[in-house]
């Protein structure tokens, strides 16, 4: 059986939409995929693009052997990744490669890769970095915490400095995973090295209820009743689900601790579930006012 996330990864994932695994692919491999990154590059769109994939492709199938690209998305780092948040039956949807030549001063907006979608279950995105990115040297930006505001595409574009942005650097062989309506874009390339990023989205087709590594869930799980300004238990996941990012304000965040926990019912099945009373308290007056009606 391969390798999956834990919960506590899991609840990461849920309070701030995306984790991150610094340097986990090899360096023969990372050159190899830059390679074909290259390749890639040229034909793309032609009859001459190297092992291009379809939309709705089962992931595993994209990218066959001998790809280099394939070899990286098959790598037990990714894997558990892939299998844990959208499940081994997940299919392609699209994949891009984003190339910025050192100097390049131009970066896109700010947007979200999404429509506004009310649908609990969720896409993701994989973001491969085959060769180091220096803090000079751009980057991907994103702004933690944003993938449950519901907006769409370039709407947010507006928005600069955001408290809490990332101007993601780290090392080569690294892969950023990010729920598909986190907030992010492109930035410029000041550095004097170009950059080659690799994004590949995909889509679940069943259900994300407890497809990670559950055996520590029961013993991580809060009760439905943990409540931060009553009772609470500081050991269970209900802290790491009630992470504030420095852009929230008071309303914001408990508004997050409401699209949270409904995201967490999602993907533990556990219907009653509950962050600080707001859905119970909710649950319990509603037959009240039917009846008053």
């Known amino acids: 059986m391969n390798e999956l996330l834990t919960t506590d990864e ?5 309070a701030r939409g995306f984790l991150e695994f610094p340097g986990v692919i090899p360096d023969d491999l990372n050159a190899a995929a830059t390679d074909e990154l290259h390749s890639i590059m040229a034909t ?6 190297p092992f291009a994939p379809s939309s709705g492709d089962a992931w595993h199938d994209v990218y066959p052997d001998p790809s280099a690209v394939g070899a990286v998305l098959r790598h037990p ?8 948040l ?3 039956e997940a299919v392609f ?9 050192a100097g390049d001063p131009g970066f ?4 979200a890769d999404a429509i506004i979608d009310p649908n609990t279950a969720f896409d993701i995105q994989i973001f491969y970095f085959p060769h180091e990115v220096h803090p000079d040297g751009g980057g991907t930006g994103f702004v933690p915490g944003t993938h449950l505001r519901r907006v769409h595409e370039t709407q947010v574009g507006r928005y600069r400095h955001l408290r809490g942005e990332r101007r993601w650097s780290g090392p080569a062989g690294s892969i950023l995973v990010f729920h ?4 992010h874009r492109g930035m410029e390339n000041p550095g004097s090295v170009d950059r080659l990023m690799y994004k590949i989205r995909l889509n679940p087709t069943k ?10 869930l029961a013993e991580r799980q809060s009760a439905s009743n943990d409540h931060i300004f009553a009772t609470f238990d500081l050991a269970k996941i209900g802290m790491a689900l009630r992470h504030r990012e420095d852009w929230m304000g008071e309303q914001d965040h408990r508004l997050e601790l409401v699209a949270r926990a409904d995201l967490w019912r999602y993907l533990t099945g556990d219907d009653e579930f509950d962050l600080d009373w707001y859905h119970s308290r909710l649950a319990r007056r509603a037959p009240l006012g039917e009846v008053a009606s």
């Not at 793309?44 to 693009?49: K, L």
Request: proline share 10%.
């Open 10 to 14: 899991m609840a990461t994932f849920v």
């Open 44 to 49: 793309w769109g032609g009859p001459d693009r």
């Open 77 to 84: 780092s990714v894997t558990r990744i892939v299998d844990s």
């Open 86 to 88: 959208v499940g081994p």
């Open 93 to 101: 949807d699209h994949d891009f490669v984003h190339f910025k030549p």
């Open 108 to 111: 896109q907006p700010l947007h």
């Open 180 to 183: 598909h309506g986190l907030w």
């Open 207 to 216: 259900p994300q209820v407890r497809r990670w590594d559950t055996s520590d």
